[in-house]
């Protein structure tokens, strides 16, 4: 997983964001041990705390759950994740959508934009 984060964002939704999006495309399967919250903090380079709260957060909405003196796990049950994600894609896409309207953009132009784009997705 890459934990590049970025800087100009609050830290903990995009921990939250990352672990969703694994969970939810199956990177994490159902059951799975997560890192440990010392292997995340220093590979997405952020305070363990931080990471702490981030997983505590991702408990509290069902999608992973502690052991204790054994780590953390994703749930059985991946649908919260995947509700996650897609409130996530929902929320991104008005805020796109906004911004595009405030340049002026209507929705055909919109559109032209996405297709020119695309091609440059991997």
């Known amino acids: 997983m890459n934990w590049t984060l970025d800087k100009s964002r609050p830290i903990c939704p995009q921990i939250c964001e990352l672990i969703c999006v694994s969970v939810a495309k199956g990177k994490y399967a159902a ?8 292997e995340i903090a220093l590979l997405a380079g952020v305070n363990p705390n931080t990471v702490q709260k ?3 957060e991702l408990e509290r909405r069902g999608v992973i759950h502690s052991v204790p003196c054994s780590g953390w796990y994703v749930n059985e049950n991946t649908d919260a994740a995947a509700a996650e994600v897609r409130t996530l894609r929902v929320k991104k896409t008005e805020e796109y959508l906004a911004a595009m309207s405030q340049l002026g953009c209507d929705a055909d132009e919109i559109i032209k934009y996405l297709n020119e784009c695309q091609g440059g997705m991997s």
């Open 31 to 38: 059951g799975e041990k997560l890192l440990s919250v010392r």
């Open 54 to 56: 981030s997983l505590e």
